[in-house]
C-alpha cells in the first residue's frame, strides 16, 4: 500500500472536541499574614495544568512563606534557594523579605519555567535579584549556581522545599541536591515543608529524612499547621491531609 493510501480520509485525525483543550493559566491571591516588606498580596499566575501539579498552590507552599514572613531572619541577607517552586510563592516573600538573592527553580519544563519567570519577575522592586531556572533534582547543581553569579568556593545559605516528599522515587535525588548546594557551609539550612496527602503512604513520606540523616543532616521539627485538605474528596483522613508539617535540616559541623 502506498504511504498516501488514506490521504483525504482522515481516519488519523482527532474528531474536534476528542481531546480537551489545556485550560487557560489562572492567577490567585495570596495574602500575607504578616508583611515585613512588600505587598499585602502577591498575585500568582498558575498554568493551567500539568503532570507535576504546578496548577495548584500548594498549602505547604502557603505556610512556608507564612513561615519566612513571621521569621525574616530566616531568609534576610541570605542566598535562597527553592527546589520545586511551582508558583514560585516562598521565593518571591524571601525576596521581599531580604534575601540576598533567591534562584527559583523547577523541573525543567518549558511552560513551568515561563510561569515562573513571569511570577518572579513581575514585581520592579525584586527582579533584580531573584531568577527562574529549570533545574533536575540530582544533577550537578554548579552551573544554577555559575548562572547566580557564584564564585567558586560560594554555596547556598538557606534551600526552601514544599510539598516534595510524597514523590518518593526522588528522595536521594533531592538530599544529593540539597547536599551540593550547600556544601561546606556549616551555617545552612534546609527548610521542609509538607503534608501527607495520602496518609496510607505517610511513613514512605517520611524515609525522607531517614535518608538525609543517613546523608549526615540534623533534623528537627518547627512547625505544624491545620488547613483544609487540598482535595476533600481524597481518601485518607481529613485531619491528617489538611495537616502542614514544617522541618528543617542542617548539616553541623565535624568535631
Not at 507564612?66 to 514560585?88: C, F, M, Q, S
Not at 541536591?177 to 509538607?194: L, R, T
Amino acid at each position: 500500500m502506498a504511504d498516501n493510501d488514506f490521504e483525504g480520509f482522515g481516519i488519523f485525525e482527532e474528531p474536534e472536541g476528542f481531546r480537551p483543550s489545556t485550560p487557560p493559566p489562572k492567577e490567585v491571591l495570596h495574602t500575607r499574614v504578616i508583611v515585613p516588606n512588600g505587598p499585602e498580596e502577591i498575585k500568582l499566575r498558575l498554568v493551567g495544568s500539568h503532570s507535576l501539579w504546578a496548577h495548584y498552590l500548594w498549602n505547604s507552599g502557603i505556610e512556608l512563606a507564612n513561615y519566612i514572613d513571621k521569621n525574616p531572619d530566616t531568609v534576610r541577607a541570605k542566598k535562597v534557594l527553592e527546589l520545586g517552586a511551582g508558583a514560585g510563592l516562598p521565593s518571591i516573600v524571601s525576596a521581599f523579605d531580604g534575601a540576598k538573592f533567591v534562584v527559583s527553580t523547577d523541573y525543567p519544563d518549558p511552560a513551568l519555567i515561563d510561569n515562573l519567570e513571569h511570577n518572579v519577575k513581575q514585581y520592579a522592586e525584586i527582579a533584580s535579584k531573584i531568577s527562574a531556572v529549570g533545574y533536575l533534582w540530582g544533577s550537578n547543581i554548579k552551573e544554577v549556581m555559575s548562572n547566580a553569579g557564584f564564585k567558586d568556593n560560594e554555596v547556598f545559605d538557606i534551600l526552601l522545599l514544599s510539598d516534595l516528599v510524597f514523590n518518593h522515587t526522588e528522595h536521594s535525588k533531592l538530599i544529593k541536591s540539597c547536599k551540593m548546594a550547600i556544601e561546606g557551609n556549616p551555617n545552612a539550612v534546609v527548610y521542609v515543608f509538607f503534608t501527607h496527602h495520602r496518609p496510607h503512604l505517610a511513613k514512605k513520606d517520611m524515609i525522607f529524612f531517614d535518608i538525609a540523616q543517613s546523608e549526615g543532616f540534623q533534623i528537627e521539627k518547627i512547625l505544624e499547621e491545620k488547613r483544609t485538605p487540598m482535595f476533600e474528596e481524597d481518601p485518607g483522613a481529613p485531619e491528617i491531609r489538611a495537616t502542614v508539617h514544617g522541618y528543617k535540616m542542617t548539616i553541623p559541623i565535624p568535631v
